[in-house]
């Protein structure tokens, strides 16, 4: 006997179609892109908001330029709200560059699936070597930390 029974045999199923047909994977791969997406919406929802800031910030210096530029403001007054507004002109950029740069991080390029894809390829060669070894099929399940969750329906 194998030892391989119940969730065992589900999971390696599912790990066996994942790299044996590559629609499989490009779907999996699909929807954990879809699936970051959507854990991702609150950044992009501070992204455009920091955005807007920035704008509105910029629009803030050419108009406080307007009304010195006017004699509305003393040099002094003018001195003080521009650094007011460059300060947090600085701020709202780096927390920008910081933002993308979190949601670069969560975005898998095209280069990065057809790698995926790539290596997946190599690996669903040697996949039929391992077919009734429990316990290699037990280590790559390990190896590829999956995780499953079970639903009871009623």
């Known amino acids: 006997m194998d030892g391989k029974g119940g ?7 599912w790990i066996h179609d994942l790299f044996m047909e590559p629609a499989s994977g490009r779907v999996w791969l699909e929807e954990q892109q879809n699936r970051r997406d959507r854990e991702s919406e609150p950044l992009r929802n501070r992204f455009s908001l920091v955005e807007e800031l920035l704008a509105e910030n910029e629009a803030r210096a050419g108009r406080l330029l307007e009304l010195y530029l006017d004699e509305t ?6 001195k003080k709200q521009e650094g007011r507004l460059r300060e947090t002109g600085e701020g709202l950029k780096i927390e920008r560059a910081e933002l993308l740069k ?6 898998m390029s095209d280069d990065q699936m057809r790698a995926i894809e790539d290596v997946a390829q190599e690996i669903a060669g040697s996949l039929d070597s391992v077919e ?3 316990a290699t099929e037990r280590q790559l399940i390990e190896l590829l930390d999956v995780h499953a969750t079970l639903v009871k329906e009623w």
């Open 132 to 134: 009734d070894d429990f």
């Open 73 to 78: 403001f003393t040099k002094d007054q003018f």
């Open 7 to 13: 969730i065992d045999a589900i999971v390696w199923n």
């Open 102 to 107: 979190q949601l670069d991080a969560r975005r």
